[in-house]
């Protein structure tokens, strides 16, 4: 490995300060003698809350020596607001401190370009290491060990506790509740995400029955004192009258007893699944990457598979599992299932011929026919988004995470991010508003001519009269804040860099071990260069008279243990997409480099 310059770490700067500090404010210098891991994240995506949970083991085993600092890069303009970033820290049990950045100044200190990354910081104040995507932590933890031992030696390494301090709890009956279900005697099921367990309530939608699960992150089958859920979501009612559960943060579909109480798994193995595992089989022997949403529809359970942008199917006549729509990548796409893209769907419901599905990140209400075939009514991909009601071609919603199927053939959408309940109704084409002032809604189900929204954000819920007519809102139109690259017109050479970590090296006992695809929006921005290839540099022609766009690219590298001696080593797959908005100007660059996984070496 060839040695670089030694790079001091750019300041820690964001208007939003401090959480999870006990209202210090921190610099890097304060931080000094400690291994400092920054976690460039913002809480709507996805594959940022799994690099939460692939710290966690790490954060506690090295707690005395490193410092995790979650750096909040938001996205879409409700993750700005400092309440919005409070929330989700205690949301997705954040145990370390965050600092709230809503305008990216850290991250453009950093240079980061998408989300996750991850910066390792050693004592000294210098950056050793920079990941993008998930599927770092076996190495970052190896530079951790190195970097112990190293500092130790040169007695710059600093032991101790860090500056997390854990905020006060609040006493309410559901924290963070994702989805609801309506109960045969009218009750409601409520998934009880935060504190990891069910809860089943009276009519009146506040008097609590009971719970199932312990309320402790795990997964364990059992009773209602036994069993363990890790930040469950979506509900639905098996043919057999059990209720299936997304047990997201578990990668699993469980199933509740409501008679004897008993959670059993019917589907995945407490694993995430990563690219190359399998796509269909028995349902407990294969992978799955957190289920968010689940319905029953055309026979069959469908499964909104957030964690890998598709949607599966699990068959409880075989007790198999297998993927029904969607590429993995990360984007707008319709048509065939097997071609369709697909940005983290959230939400679904059954409406006789059609499946409909809230698609979060693309901002988008979208459906899938008898025929499998995948269609857009509302939306335009992964950087539009707003609060515009009227035509579906021209009305924005904003991280939608719920849809629900109304009794005129219309359907109600839980636009989350936008703290509003909107309707979408396919005779007209028309979006509308039917309610506001809600709180991050998650999910609606349709009672008596009413709908009980879950107010996810406050921690409730809310029953609201269906109006005969919905209100018309002009609204605003967003883009995400971004800055664009600048680049020069013609050939532009993009490279993702990626660099083994140390003791391990590209996989290529099977093939080629790394993965590139590109696209574009708008696609007449490329004329050359988009598709699949295995390659991880590629020239890009850009075509004359496009002058802004958005760069798709999607990489995946699979490294192994380096060892002869060891007949079966580990293996780790890294990859990301990256969506980088693209100006053309005379001044701009001629290449793009992109990391997914490189290190400096020491000294």
Request: glycine letters at 10%; hydrophobic letters at 40%.
């Amino acid at each position: 490995m060839t040695a670089r310059a030694r790079v001091r770490a750019p300041e820690l700067i964001g208007k939003g300060g401090w959480l999870n500090t006990g209202d210090r404010q921190y610099t890097l210098a304060d931080l000094r003698g400690r291994i400092v891991i920054l976690d460039f994240w913002t809480f709507c995506c996805v594959n940022c809350l799994h690099v939460l949970d692939e710290l966690r083991e790490l954060e506690e085993k090295h707690r005395d020596t490193v410092v995790i600092i979650g750096v909040h890069s938001p996205k879409f303009v409700h993750e700005a607001e400092h309440q919005a970033v409070v929330d989700a820290v205690e949301r997705y049990e954040v145990h370390h401190p965050v600092l709230d950045d809503p305008e990216l100044a850290t991250w453009k200190q950093y240079a980061v370009r998408a989300w996750p990354t991850l910066v390792v910081v050693d004592p000294e104040g210098y950056v050793v290491a920079q990941h993008a995507g998930e599927g770092h932590a076996h190495a970052i933890e190896k530079l951790v060990e190195e970097l112990e031992t190293e500092h130790a030696a040169k007695g710059t390494l600093r032991r101790g506790d860090g500056p997390y301090v854990a905020p006060e709890p609040v006493a309410t009956h559901l924290r963070f509740p994702g989805k609801a279900l309506v109960l045969p005697d009218g009750g409601f099921l409520v998934s009880d995400s935060t504190r990891h367990r069910l809860v089943e309530l009276e009519a009146d939608g506040e008097t609590v029955r009971g719970h199932f699960g312990t309320g402790e992150r795990g997964f364990a089958d059992g009773g209602r004192e036994e069993a363990r859920f890790s930040e469950p979501q979506g509900l639905a009612v098996l043919p057999d009258g059990r209720i299936a559960v997304a047990d997201t943060v578990n990668h699993a579909i469980r199933a509740l007893d409501l008679t004897t109480g008993v959670t059993t798994t019917l589907a995945g193995t407490g694993r995430q699944w990563w690219q190359g595992s399998a796509t269909d089989g028995p349902a407990t022997e294969v992978d799955l990457s957190s289920p968010w949403d689940i319905a029953w529809f055309d026979d069959r359970l469908w499964i909104a598979m957030a964690g890998v942008h598709q949607l599966w199917t699990y068959d409880p006549g075989t007790g198999t599992v297998g993927v029904a729509a969607g590429t993995t990548n990360e984007g707008l796409v319709d048509g065939p299932g097997d071609e369709a893209w697909f940005a983290q769907p959230s939400g679904l419901a059954s409406a006789g011929d059609r499946l409909w599905v809230a698609d979060s990140e693309n901002s988008a209400l979208r459906y899938v026919d008898l025929e499998g075939a995948v269609r857009t009514a509302v939306g335009t991909g992964l950087f539009d988004f707003g609060h515009r009601d009227g035509p579906a071609g021209q009305a924005l919603l904003q991280h939608p995470l719920g849809v629900t199927a109304l009794p005129d053939g219309s359907v109600a959408v839980s636009d989350s991010y936008n703290h509003a309940l909107r309707r979408y109704d396919p005779r007209s084409g028309e979006v509308t508003t039917l309610a506001t002032d809600l709180r991050e809604p998650s999910d609606a189900v349709l009672v008596d001519g009413d709908l009980v929204v879950v107010e996810s954000a406050r921690h409730r819920l809310t029953r609201l009269r269906l109006p005969e007519e919905a209100v018309r809102v002009a609204g605003q139109a967003h883009r995400t804040q971004r800055a664009a690259t600048e680049v020069a017109a013609g050939t532009l050479r993009l490279d993702v860099v990626f660099q083994a970590p140390a003791g391990q090296k590209l996989d290529t006992r099977y093939g080629p071990s790394t993965r590139l695809l590109v696209s574009s929006t708008p696609p007449e921005l490329l004329a050359e260069g988009s598709g699949p290839g295995t390659d991880l540099s590629r020239d890009l022609v850009l075509a004359d008279g496009v002058t802004e766009g958005v760069l798709h690219v999607s990489a995946m590298a699979a490294s192994c243990d380096d060892d002869p001696a060891n007949e079966y080593p580990a293996c780790h797959v890294h990859q990301q997409d990256w969506g980088v908005p693209v100006n053309v100007t005379a001044t701009g660059a001629s290449r793009l480099p992109l990391v997914l996984a490189g290190m400096d070496e020491q000294g």
